[in-house]
C-alpha cells in the first residue's frame, strides 16, 4: 500500500476527475459504492430526507463551498490552492477489500493526514473518499477549516501517511510493500558483521558471514535494497521533478549495482563454502569461472562497464515547493 501525494490545486474538479478516471458529470451519481467515506460532520448539514446520491459535479460543488463561504481564507504563501489530493494503492496481488474496509483505510488516512479529528465530527475539514479504480482509493479535502481559517496539514504528513499505510497493512492482512521498518537500522549490523569477517580465521566462518550478507530474503544487502528502494517510493510520492529524478537514481542504484555486488559475494561466499577459497594474490575473475555467459554476468567479480544516469531537472525555485 504506498500513499501519494499530489500538488494541492485551487477546484476539486480535476482530482475528482482523477480519481474516478473519467470527467465529472452533472448527470453520473456516485453511490456510497464510490463514495466510500466522507468527513463525519456531513450528517449535520444534511437532512434527513435530502437525497443520498449526489452527482460527481454536486461532490465537487461540495468540496468547493468554503470557498464562497470563507472568501478571505488563504494559505501561509497568501494563495487559495486549498484543495488536498492524495492517493493510495494496494499490491497488485492484494485481495480486494470490502466497502466497509475501504471506509475505514479512509478515516484512518484522513486521520494520519491530520485533515480529520476523532472525537469532533460536527468540525474539521470537508473531504471525501473516492473508490472508483481497482485497488486505488483517493482522499480529495479543503483545508479552509469550518471555522473559516486555513489549516496546514503537518509537514510530515507523507511520512505519518506510509507509516499508517504500514499498520492498515498489518491490520487488514495485506501484502506489505517492503519489510517492516526493523530491518531499516543496519549500521550496527553491518558493524557487526564486517568484525566477524575480518577475525574470520577459517573459510566455514567467512562463508557463514557471508551468507547471512546475502540471504534473499532477511540479509543486510536484501534490508539495503529495501532501504533504497523505500526512500524511492517516499520521493515519488512528493511528485516533484528533483524528487522523480532521486527516486529514478535509488532505483537504479538498487536494480544494477547492488545486484552486481550480490552476485560477486554469493559467488565467493559458494566457493568458500566448497572449501575452494581462491588464492589472496589472484583476482576472483581469473579464478573457477562459471562457464556460462548468464552465470558470469551474474557473478563475476569484474567491475560492471560504466552507467549513464539522466540529466537532473534544474533546482526548483523554493516558492515552487510546498
Known amino acids: 500500500?504506498?500513499?501519494?501525494?499530489?500538488?494541492?490545486?485551487?477546484?476539486?474538479?480535476?482530482?475528482?476527475?482523477?480519481?474516478?478516471?473519467?470527467?465529472?458529470?452533472?448527470?453520473?451519481?456516485?453511490?456510497?459504492?464510490?463514495?466510500?467515506?466522507?468527513?463525519?460532520?456531513?450528517?449535520?448539514?444534511?437532512?434527513?430526507?435530502?437525497?443520498?446520491?449526489?452527482?460527481?459535479?454536486?461532490?465537487?460543488?461540495?468540496?468547493?463551498?468554503?470557498?464562497?463561504?470563507?472568501?478571505?481564507?488563504?494559505?501561509?504563501?497568501?494563495?487559495?490552492?486549498?484543495?488536498?489530493?492524495?492517493?493510495?494503492?494496494?499490491?497488485?496481488?492484494?485481495?480486494?477489500?470490502?466497502?466497509?474496509?475501504?471506509?475505514?483505510?479512509?478515516?484512518?488516512?484522513?486521520?494520519?493526514?491530520?485533515?480529520?479529528?476523532?472525537?469532533?465530527?460536527?468540525?474539521?475539514?470537508?473531504?471525501?473518499?473516492?473508490?472508483?479504480?481497482?485497488?486505488?482509493?483517493?482522499?480529495?479535502?479543503?483545508?479552509?477549516?469550518?471555522?473559516?481559517?486555513?489549516?496546514?496539514?503537518?509537514?510530515?504528513?507523507?511520512?505519518?501517511?506510509?507509516?499508517?499505510?504500514?499498520?492498515?497493512?498489518?491490520?487488514?492482512?495485506?501484502?506489505?510493500?517492503?519489510?517492516?521498518?526493523s530491518y531499516l537500522p543496519l549500521g550496527s549490523s553491518v558493524a557487526h558483521l564486517a568484525e566477524r569477517i575480518r577475525k574470520a580465521t577459517t573459510t566455514d566462518e567467512t562463508a557463514d558471514a557471508l551468507t547471512e550478507l546475502t540471504a534473499a530474503h532477511d540479509g543486510l544487502l536484501a534490508a539495503l535494497d529495501d532501504v533504497l528502494t523505500s526512500t524511492a517510493d517516499f520521493h515519488d510520492g512528493l511528485g516533484g521533478p528533483s524528487d522523480k529524478y532521486i527516486a529514478q537514481r535509488l532505483r537504479h542504484l538498487a536494480d544494477e549495482h547492488l545486484r552486481v555486488i550480490h552476485g560477486d559475494l554469493s559467488y565467493l561466499r559458494n566457493k568458500l563454502a566448497d572449501r575452494h577459497a581462491p588464492h589472496p594474490g589472484r583476482s576472483t575473475c581469473a579464478e573457477e569461472v562459471p562457464s556460462t555467459e548468464q552465470e558470469r554476468s551474474a557473478v563475476c567479480a569484474c567491475p560492471p562497464p560504466p552507467r549513464t544516469f539522466p540529466t537532473p531537472p534544474p533546482p526548483m525555485a523554493a516558492g515552487l515547493r510546498r
Open 1 to 181: 500500500m504506498i500513499p501519494r501525494l499530489h500538488e494541492r490545486t485551487h477546484r476539486p474538479h480535476g482530482p475528482l476527475a482523477e480519481a474516478l478516471g473519467r470527467p465529472v458529470s452533472p448527470n453520473e451519481g456516485l453511490t456510497e459504492y464510490t463514495v466510500v467515506a466522507h468527513w463525519p460532520g456531513l450528517d449535520y448539514f444534511t437532512l434527513d430526507d435530502e437525497q443520498k446520491t449526489w452527482t460527481s459535479v454536486q461532490w465537487a460543488e461540495h468540496l468547493e463551498d468554503p470557498y464562497l463561504e470563507h472568501p478571505f481564507a488563504a494559505g501561509p504563501d497568501d494563495d487559495r490552492h486549498a484543495i488536498l489530493h492524495l492517493d493510495i494503492r494496494l499490491h497488485p496481488d492484494d485481495r480486494e477489500l470490502t466497502g466497509p474496509e475501504w471506509a475505514e483505510t479512509a478515516h484512518r488516512l484522513a486521520r494520519a493526514a491530520g485533515i480529520e479529528i476523532p472525537g469532533a465530527a460536527e468540525h474539521g475539514w470537508r473531504w471525501i473518499a473516492v473508490q472508483a479504480q481497482p485497488g486505488r482509493l483517493d482522499l480529495i479535502a479543503n483545508l479552509i477549516h469550518i471555522d473559516g481559517t486555513w489549516r496546514t496539514p503537518p509537514a510530515d504528513i507523507l511520512r505519518r501517511l506510509f507509516d499508517e499505510a504500514r499498520r492498515i497493512e498489518q491490520d487488514l492482512r495485506l501484502i506489505p510493500v517492503r519489510r517492516p521498518a
